[in-house]
Every structure is written in structure tokens, then in C-alpha cells.
């Protein structure tokens, strides 16, 4: 057997999370029975999403997440030893999964068998896992951009929102993008980005947005929601096409937002809103997982990586996220 540790939540979050509201427990692996596989965690993601959903589970429980490890023990032929996977089994050093029977809602995912060796495993948290696709599909599905046309998204500089613009210039679009920071604006305009601005230094959001996209916008991904969006909207074009992927402005709200409605701008532009959850095209992340591969090796997609050392480091580097300490996807190597 072999010791694991895993971070339970210990307590419901209220307000911004605390380094209290987590648990560190460590435990043994139990045996493997027929089917299972043990694996050890390589990397460990942090993502906002998990602010949302988390509250969903109770309090005591593992808490939730995604990683990337390796099996170290099979009792699956279909995974051997060495095999590296990708699976929602939360904050967890290691973890014996049921590979024979899987839970649809939570799939074991392997890594690509021509993977390149040159890239990172942590990609497979990052530009090529959950928030590449999450910005591969968000964008070219739902927001079918077209050449020429304005792509704006917020949270910018973030796991997604840095993919988003870099797909839209492949594209041929416009791609402007907002961040929270002056260094985060540098990193965008590196990445391509044809404008981008710091949100918190701006006098005027409206303002800021009228002069980065003076055209109006046609695709919009949300990574933000509240006051920022009903800001863009005004600054939509007719037919515009809205992705609404995050609401990170609103997640640590101890009391539901408020604002106006924004019906009528819709209405009379006559927008197409989406909300979405990247699952839905899970069938075809193979597809979006090679083109994303492809595009890194071509040098067209950038990307950057906030590592946190150490797995007692999870509630930190999850903290972090809510302060705008990463630039780009943050994982915690274990």
C-alpha cells in the first residue's frame, strides 16, 4: 500500500476562500482490486470553476479537481504501469481509480499517444486539456468568429481567455482583451494581441472598450460576467455572438449580484448569448487536443505556466487565482 495525502473541504466557502477551509489528511491506498489502476499525481490543476462548483459537495469531502499522474500499479490491461491519465480525482497525491467501470461524468483520459516529449505533461492541464478546449471550442463553435471580425475577451491573460485571442489571430480576427494588470497587457500584446488594456487602471471601461475595439465587437468571451459584461454589451455589433464561459467577478459574492437587465440590448441587437460547459464536446476533444498540439509546435499558440511547488501549496495557489497572481494556467507541481 501505498500513503496518499488529499485536501478535504473542511469548510464551505464564505466570501473569498481561506487556507482554513481546507484539510490535509493523509490515508494508505487500499488494494487494487480487478479493474483498478494507482496513480500518482504528476500535476495537480487549480482553476476558478471550482469556486462555483465546489459548493455542491459537503463539507468533508475530497476536495474537487483535476490532475495529471501516472499509474505506478495496474490491474486494468488497458492502463499499464507508466500510462499517464487525466481525471477529475480532486486534490489528492495519489489515487486508485476504477478504469473497468467508469463513471461517464467523471472519464479516465489518457494522454495522447504521440504526445510530443519536448511539451510538458502540465499542458495537459493547460493549452492542450480542459481550458484549451474550453477556448477552442467556446470560441469556434459558439462564437464562429470570421476573418476580419472583432473578437474581445476578458480575463484576458488567464488559462483560457490567453488561448481565445491567440485563436482568434489564427482565424484572422481582430483580438483585443482586457487583464489586471500592466505586465499582464505587456504579456498580451507579446502573444499578438492587436489591443489590450488593464481594467483597474482604466478611468472608463466604457471608454476603454470604444477606443481598443473602435469598430464594435462581434464575439464575446465571457470569462467575467456582472458590471464588465453589461459594459461590453453596449459595445456589441448587430448579430453579435456572446460565449459565456466564467463569471470569476462575481464567485466570492456572499450575497447573488445585481445589476441591470440586459434583455433589451439583446433584443435590439439582435445577439446570440451562450452559456457552456466544454464537456459537451468532449467526443471531440481528440480533434481540438491535436490542433492544439499542432499550433504550439508551429509556434502560432503561446502559452505560460504558473507553477506552484508542492502539493501542501494547493490552497494557496487556488487563493491565488482570486488575487490575479497567475499569468496564464496555474498548476501545482506535486
Known sequence: MVKSKRFLLKHHFHGMPKESDFQLVEEETPQLKDGEILVESIFNSVDPYMRAHVSEHKEGTTMIGEGCGRVIESKCPSYPVGTIVMNQYGWRTHVVLDAKNQNPMSPIRKAPEDYPKDLPLSLLLGAVGMPGMTAYFG?????????GETVFVNGAAGAVGSLVGQIAKIKGCKA???????????????LGFDAAFNYKTVSSLDAALKEAAPNGIDCY?????????????????????IAICGSISTYNDKEPAKGPYPYVTILSKQLTVHGFIVMRWFKEWPQGMAQMVQWIKEGKIKYREHVTEGFENMPKAFIGLFA?????????KI
Not at 469556434?140 to 470570421?146: G, I, S, V, Y
Not at 487583464?179 to 500584446?189: E, I, M, P, R, Y
Not at 497572481?325 to 501545482?332: D, I, R, W, Y
Request: charged fraction near 30%.
Open 176 to 190: 483585443v482583451g482586457a487583464a489586471g494588470s500592466d505586465d499582464k497587457v505587456a504579456w498580451l500584446k507579446e
Open 221 to 241: 468571451f465571457d470569462n467575467v460576467g456582472a458590471d464588465f459584461t453589461t459594459a461590453v454589451l453596449k459595445h456589441m455589433n448587430q448579430f453579435g455572438r
Open 139 to 147: 470560441l469556434l463553435k459558439l462564437c464562429e468568429p470570421k476573418e
Open 324 to 332: 490575479g497572481e497567475n499569468t496564464g494556467k496555474a498548476v501545482v
